[in-house]
């Protein structure tokens, strides 16, 4: 693939014909780089940020780098990159310069544009004031598309993304919900399904920690999430995050209904944050409850598990209080090969949180909270203040 995308070997201006595993090197006046790297943009793999490499020295497959360049100075090649002839198991790393080099081939040659994945937006952002709503029927490839870059909701904006529609984000892209806007979703956000790529997920931004979630003066201090029946966040690092753009800035709101996060490292994280009543009477002043909620939504990790990093909770507390979880399931089916109880990650993980797991009373339907396949379905301990937390 390396040589697809315009590069050499490490030892290329030691050879002239190819080296494996029995040869020495051929000629040594073909154009070896120099071990100090000054002739590494001429000679050598033609980059200049690459340590020479002698490529193999004595026959064999040992690699060994006693030889001295045409100078008399002793070669230190680097065993991890990816083009040298080092074991196979070291190959893990290119070089910056070795990037721009195959960045250039892919920009200049019409074979590799022909390969690439084009995004449908880049970095798009919803304007204050404006209220699209994204179907079927307005967005590309009915609605299954990809966006590099970030997806802004400025505040004063709310962008609904409708049932049927699968937005696909690159793995350094994510959805932030700046503070008094909103997002309501009824479809699916997902990484990039073609090449089993993750993304980051959904921030909701809050705003100054003192700043109630209570509407004052026709504007929310933070952003919020709404999720509808049929809505499915998955394969992100952190599927929403309720605070940014870091974790001084706390309180962003979610509210979900029958939802489903699958195959998140992380389902939802709250940075510690108290919801002030902002209104004047006896309870001015006084903290409330979180305004988040979960009713009957799902929570499950399986085999479909894409990234490196191991599970690690659904849900997320720390210094919040009030947060409702009602009828909802948490399942962690993934084949673990664990050897520690903390392998298996959390279903709610709460440190000084206060918190209610309930079982709504719809007719019809099993409506029983349900906790299967973790270290610890619920994990709740003390850091700096008790609160109440109930378990139905």
Known sequence: MGHCLGLWHSFHGEETSGLNCDDTISDPNVCPEFANGSNGSTCGDYVSDTPADPGFVGGGCTYTWSNLDPNGEPYNPNLDLIMSYAPLFYYQYHFEEQGARMREIIATSPILQACLVQPDMVSPTIASGTNPNWTTNNTPNNGDFLIEGDLVIESGATLTIYAGVKVHFGEQSKLIIKPNARLRLLGTLTGMGCSNLTWQGVQVWGGPPNASQYLVNGFRAQGRLETRIGAVIEHARTAVQLYGPTAAFPGGQISSERTTFRNNINGVVFAPYLNFFPYSGPFQGQPRAYFGSFSRCTFVTDNSYLHT????????????????????????????????????????YANSAGF????????????????????????AAKIATNRPFLVQ
């Open 309 to 348: 990093t191991p599970f690690f909770s659904f849900l997320n507390m720390s210094g919040v209080d009030g947060v409702r979880a009602m009828s909802c399931t948490f399942r962690n089916t993934r084949t673990i090969d664990g050897t520690k109880i903390a392998d298996w990650g959390y279903g709610i």
């Open 356 to 379: 209610s797991v309930t079982n709504e009373s719809v007719a019809s339907i099993n409506n029983d909270s349900e906790f299967s396949g973790f270290s610890y379905g619920i994990y």
